[in-house]
């Protein structure tokens, strides 16, 4: 069991470049979540998906979007990205109250 | 809506001191609770919950934490600190009702132990 990976650790981008963080769960978990966390800001909620073909805004959705086709993958796209999306990454897979975390990315945006 | 406040965005104690970690929350209904640790470098993992049943519920390493109603309060203790507790500590609330298990996080306490 695997649990919930997360690719890549690290990636640096320049201001307007997209890219897709990836995120997998081989538990088989209806729920998944991506989450940024900033010094001091704990963690703010980016989407959700309460299943495949579901997802849902959180409290910081804007220049994220997330698709959910299987159960298994929740990627998470950035369309351009800007130094405010500076931040480290955790995806997060539940099926009930408790969350599983991956290992996190670390985006740096210059 | 449910909201979680952590006290003290940083404690610092010795090693072999107790460890007092403090989380209020608001839920306008009964809330789930949690305790997640996150060290050095890696994602946040389950220290402890309280969904119903007993109030003072147990976690690894040592850790507790007692539901307090009255004080809307979830408080991590543990006796005795070690060196390896040093990470930081994020408390959690789902409201139990609307179906929703997407919790919401409070702003997290950097437990530093000194030898």
């Known amino acids: 069991n695997a649990g919930v990976t997360q690719t890549p650790k690290f990636q640096v981008l320049k201001t307007g470049q997209s890219m897709t963080l990836q995120c997998a769960q081989d538990?088989?978990?209806?729920?998944m979540s991506w989450y940024r966390q900033d010094p001091g800001m704990g963690l703010r909620l980016i989407h959700y998906s309460v299943g495949a073909g579901i997802t849902d805004q959180g409290e910081v959705p804007n220049g994220y979007n997330v698709s959910r086709s299987t159960t298994e993958d929740f990627p998470l796209r950035l369309l351009s990205a800007a130094p405010s999306q500076t931040s480290v990454y955790f995806c997060?897979?539940?099926?009930?109250?408790?969350?599983?975390f991956g290992p996190g990315t670390r985006l740096t945006v210059l | 809506a449910q909201s979680v406040t952590q006290l003290g965005s940083h404690v610092s104690v010795s090693e072999g001191a107790l460890v007092l970690l403090r989380c209020n929350y608001s839920?306008?209904?009964?809330?789930?609770l949690f305790w997640y640790v996150q060290y050095p470098n890696q994602g946040l993992q389950l220290l402890l919950k309280y969904t119903t049943g007993a109030t003072l519920v147990k976690g690894i390493n040592g850790f507790e934490a007692e539901f307090k109603k009255s004080e809307t309060s979830f408080h991590l203790t543990k006796p005795s600190a070690h060196m390896s507790d040093a990470a930081e500590y994020f408390c959690?609330?789902?409201?139990?009702?609307?179906?929703?298990?997407?919790?919401?996080f409070g702003r997290g306490t950097s437990l530093i132990v000194h030898p």
């Open positions: 538990m088989n978990h209806e729920y």
């Open positions: 997060a897979s539940s099926s009930g109250h408790t969350q599983y």
């Open positions: 959690a609330v789902i409201s139990s009702s609307g179906g929703s298990y997407i919790p919401t």
């Open positions: 839920s306008s209904v009964p809330p789930y």
